[in-house]
């Protein structure tokens, strides 16, 4: 079975920075393409990041551009958000996906994804 697990999530004043990993276990390839969401407050989830199969393909959503960075470490299984220069606005619930659905070419930001982890809190003060 394969889980998901976020972690690095915390409280931050704004300006601060904050790495959230995300530890896959079970067995799912090791070039699945992968992705990062939030959900801020009273809005529906949006995609933040996109890592292709291939690892060398990345997409950002424009609110994320030039402080947030998505890799991955296939030696450990485990895929990374750094964020950067961290806003109010980042305020939300963060959430790792894996293994895209579908046959779309591309990144996408939004892509579907089978595996999905719980989730973990990001809180930024001003």
């Known amino acids: 079975q394969v889980q998901l697990v976020e972690s690095g999530g915390g409280s931050v004043q704004s300006g601060g920075s904050l790495r959230l990993s995300c530890a896959v276990s079970?067995?799912?390839?090791?070039?699945?393409?992968m992705g990062w969401f939030r959900q801020l407050p009273g809005k529906e989830r949006e995609g933040v990041a996109g890592?292709?199969?291939?690892?060398?393909?990345?997409c950002y959503n424009d609110s994320v551009k030039g402080r947030f960075t998505i890799s991955r470490d296939n030696t450990k299984n485990t895929m990374y958000l750094q964020m950067n220069t961290l806003k109010p606005e980042d305020t939300g619930m963060y959430y790792c996906?894996?293994?895209?659905?579908?046959?779309?070419?591309?990144?996408?930001?939004?892509?579907?994804?089978?595996?999905w982890g719980q989730g973990t809190q990001v809180t930024v003060s001003s």
């Open positions: 890592m292709m199969f291939g690892g060398l393909t990345t």
């Open positions: 079970g067995y799912i390839g090791t070039t699945y393409s």
């Open positions: 996906a894996a293994l895209r659905r579908g046959t779309g070419r591309g990144c996408d930001i939004n892509a579907q994804y089978v595996h």
